[in-house]
């Protein structure tokens, strides 16, 4: 039949085209004024009011006493008739005011339409040719001036119906969401959209998002053109401020999804992560299909929606189905109140409007009551109900966003006429005599960018929306409301554009209180976001802070560092500031050291004065008596230059430190050197003939000495000169202390100062070594030899330590290999000739000289 019908309308596609002359016909769609009489003027309303086609298509028409035809089937969904309530009360309230309309009355015809451009086309020839035959280009109503088409729920039922109207030149004057797409003049010049802009919602729900620190979202869409731009839209706003899309489904319009196909679709939404799914619908058929899916309504209670206002939930007839959306929030465009509006609607009846089947079908399933008498089931209706005792949400005294736009559209319709006739009037001596066809075509020119004041204050056409919060609640007494509890306002400053009353909200019945919804756990103070490979943004690890980095906030990226006077504590969520420190006197270390080296320092002077009470012993004139009392007094420094390295660092210390531990290290390196030499020429100079002898009893050692310790006391002015040692703070080497002490100043200077001795002791080493098994009495080469090797292993050992350790460690290594050296070479040189001196005697003499063999 459709396919006929189309066919037909294309062969006569040049009658109502190309022609401006009237076709001689009674049924003709073009008629003049004198077969109507003025003031009756028909608004088209094309609302989805039933679920199932009828054997009759129903028209109820204000003007006709008695209905010609049986409605069959139920309410699809009330809210669509809550609209045609707002139509009603608009054509009312313009019939009422003089000054807007005068001598003209409006009426309205109210047909159903269905998601299918077949049920669509159908609606819309049935109001082209009136009660009569479907015929295109021809109507059987006289009566009936109708001038524009109200209509266009959602882009597709626009399109739909445009194709058919756009050949009539029939303003269609929509009230479903805003599509860019029908803006467009060239395509669609006949249709007109009273919603406002919604680019702004994509902002206003991450705003959302945002208060609630919602990162991990689940998107549903309508698979539709204008859907996909709302998705790509809060995408790239979602990336924007870091919160990421869980899952993304599209839900297919129109004709019903099968059971599986649904089944896993709902399966994908429950199985899913996310908490908070948000939902944008240009349709019903959502709504439809899970008003059918009865075996899946537990799903839904597990998450928290968010939708745009058109996907209505709190006006739906299923009670299992409105407690699931029990906590959901509604973005819903703001609208001005109409004052009028619940006068308008408390004294509705059945039998106010006996010709409404639609309110009689409404009134039965709000009441749960028949308002037909002959029908004999159930009790008939009580007459002095009225509609604001009912519990049901979606019959509310107060007028919805869609029904507002509705509201809207007949009153820019009324004010376009109003301009039109008064520019008629103001021109009427010069033009002929309008027919109420012209009236459709000449309606354009004043649709177009129209301001006009309805009972609210002035409106204009297409401004950008701006949003109340609206939090769904139901109740026990299966009562429904909508609360505000927010607002977004997008012409604000930022900051006050939007608004959220946390405490006004109520929550899934399976939440109880607000939860997050994240993709991992947000991390707490003392760890810091990292990534996870080829996942969103929003799931990633949380990893401890690193070394002196804390935070102390929950969910940061990136740690930060504590000052240079601060740490962090164990947890790495404070700082603590960092203690002072350096190697005192009062610490265990310090002590040891300290007790350590006094006792040594005591133990070479003791060691002294029995070399100096026994001078005259073979054992102590024995190479060189003078060398060992300079070498015994310079080990007695040694050790006591180490409490320089005691005490907090000053400028005296740390220049006197270094150069004093190695001018007296190269006095008591360089008096061995001397006394391994002695031991050399002293062998030598017992072969006749020797010129070794003219040595023997001078000052050459003594020369020797002064000559070694002459290069390093240079080489220590050098370093004095250039980079000197100064006090010194380090931050880093200790975590949590501030370490004092004394920079070396040059390196290369420091080095070069050891090396020297280095360098000397290695030379004694050698000298020593070859002369160890020399035949003389109280020969001290083997002595010699064993302590430049301890010596050597020492300091060799040092440097590597040295190196390795930072702070007053560094200090402490020092102070230990001057100790240890030390040590060594007086234990290895002099106490075996103590033990000689002090315990046998009787070896310390000439006789035992001269009765030695290797003499």
Not at 363 to 379: A, E, H, Q, Y
Not at 621 to 648: E, V
Not at 806 to 830: H, N, T
Request: charged letters at 15%; one cysteine or more.
């Amino acid at each position: 039949m459709f396919f006929l019908l189309f066919f037909f309308l294309l062969l006569h596609l040049p009658v109502f085209v190309g022609r401006e002359e009237r076709i001689p016909c009674c049924l003709q769609m073009t008629f003049s004024s004198s077969s109507y009489k003025d003031g009756d003027l028909i608004l088209g309303g094309f609302f989805p009011l039933f679920m199932y086609k009828f054997s009759q298509y129903t028209t109820w028409k204000m003007f006709q006493r008695h209905p010609q035809y049986i409605l069959k089937g139920y309410l699809r969904l009330p809210k669509h008739y809550y609209q045609v309530l707002a139509l009603m009360f608009a054509v009312e309230e313009i019939n009422k005011n003089p000054n807007l309309l005068p001598n003209v009355t409006l009426g309205f015809h109210i047909y159903n339409v269905y998601h299918n451009d077949e049920g669509t086309l159908e609606s819309s020839l049935m109001w082209l040719s009136g009660k009569g035959p479907t015929i295109p280009n021809y109507n059987c109503e006289r009566q009936d001036n109708s001038v524009v088409v109200i209509g266009g729920g959602t882009s597709e039922m626009t399109v739909s119906m445009g194709t058919l109207l756009e050949l009539y030149k029939f303003p269609q004057v929509t009230y479903g969401l805003f599509d860019p797409l029908l803006s467009d003049p060239v395509q669609f010049p006949s249709v007109y959209q009273m919603a406002p802009r919604d680019t702004s919602l994509p902002l206003a729900m991450v705003r959302l998002m945002l208060y609630f620190k919602w990162t991990w979202v689940g998107l549903v869409a309508s698979d539709d053109s204008r859907s996909e731009k709302f998705l790509r839209d809060l995408q790239e706003e979602m990336v924007r401020n870091d919160v990421c899309v869980a899952f993304m489904l599209k839900f297919a319009t129109g004709d019903k999804m099968s059971i599986p196909s649904f089944d896993n679709f709902l399966q994908k939404i429950y199985s899913s992560t996310a908490k908070i799914i948000v939902i944008y619908i240009d349709s019903d058929s959502f709504q439809s299909q899970v008003f059918d899916s009865d075996a899946h309504k537990h799903i839904l209670i597990h998450k928290m929606w968010i939708t745009n206002s058109y996907w209505n939930i709190a006006r739906s007839p299923s009670r299992i189905y409105s407690n699931n959306f029990h906590g959901a929030l509604i973005f819903s465009d703001q609208t001005s109140k109409t004052f009028g509006f619940k006068p308008f609607l408390k004294p509705i009846n059945p039998a106010k409007y006996p010709e409404d089947i639609l309110h009689q079908n409404l009134w039965d399933s709000v009441f749960k009551c028949t308002s037909n008498k002959k029908k004999g089931v159930g009790d008939v209706c009580s007459t002095n109900v009225s509609l604001d005792e009912s519990h049901w949400s979606y019959l509310d005294m107060t007028m919805s966003d869609q029904s507002y736009t509705v509201y809207k559209a007949v009153y820019a319709v009324a004010w376009a006429l109003h301009e039109m006739f008064l520019r008629r009037s103001e021109m009427e001596s010069n033009i002929q005599e309008d027919t109420w066809a012209t009236y459709p075509r000449k309606l354009h020119s004043f649709l177009k960018n129209i301001q006009f004041n309805n009972s609210d204050g002035k409106q204009r056409q297409n401004s950008m929306a701006n949003y109340d919060i609206l939090n769904h609640v139901t109740f026990a007494n299966k009562t429904e409301v909508l609360v505000k509890v927010g607002e977004f306002i997008h012409q604000a400053p930022l900051g006050q554009d939007f608004t959220i009353h946390e405490k006004a909200m109520v929550w899934p019945k399976s939440w109880g209180k607000l939860l997050p919804s994240r993709c991992s756990p947000i991390c707490g103070p003392g760890f810091r976001i990292k990534a996870q490979e080829g996942k969103p943004i929003c799931c990633f690890d949380c990893v401890p802070c690193p070394q002196g980095q804390i935070s102390n906030k929950t969910g940061k990226d990136q740690c930060m560092k504590c000052s240079e006077d601060q740490y962090p504590n164990r947890e790495k969520i404070h700082c603590l500031p960092k203690g002072v420190t350096f190697l005192a006197y009062e610490d265990p270390l310090g002590m040891t050291l300290t007790s350590t080296a006094v006792c040594f320092s005591l133990l070479t002077a003791l060691v002294l004065w029995v070399f100096v009470k026994h001078k005259d012993t073979p054992i102590v004139k024995a190479n060189n008596r003078d060398l060992t009392y300079i070498l015994l007094f310079s080990l007695s420094l040694c050790f006591l230059c180490f409490l320089l390295f005691i005490g907090p660092p000053n400028t005296i210390n740390c220049l006197l430190r270094q150069i004093t531990f190695g001018v007296m290290f190269t006095v008591a390196v360089s008096s061995i050197l001397a006394k391994t030499i002695t031991v050399v020429l002293a062998f030598r100079a017992t072969r006749p003939g020797s010129r070794s002898r003219r040595w023997m009893g001078s000052r050459a050692p003594i020369c020797l000495i002064l000559f070694c310790t002459f290069i390093q006391a240079m080489l220590c002015a050098i370093w004095l000169l250039l980079s000197p040692p100064f006090p010194d703070v380090d931050t880093h080497s200790d975590p949590e202390h501030i370490i004092l002490d004394c920079n070396e100043g040059s390196l290369i200077a420091f080095y070069s100062v050891l090396g020297y001795i280095a360098f000397l002791a290695l030379g004694s080493f050698a000298v020593a070594f070859l002369a160890r098994n020399l035949p003389d009495t109280f020969n001290e080469a083997k002595f010699i030899t064993f302590s430049m090797l301890v010596f050597c292993s020492v300091w060799i050992s040092f440097l590597p330590t040295y190196q390795s350790t930072k702070g007053k460690m560094m200090v402490a290594v020092e102070v230990f290999s001057i100790l240890s050296s030390s040590a060594g070479l007086l234990g290895c040189i002099f106490i075996p000739k103590c033990y000689i001196i002090l315990l046998q005697p009787q070896r310390n003499t000439k006789e035992n000289l001269k009765n030695n063999p290797n003499s």
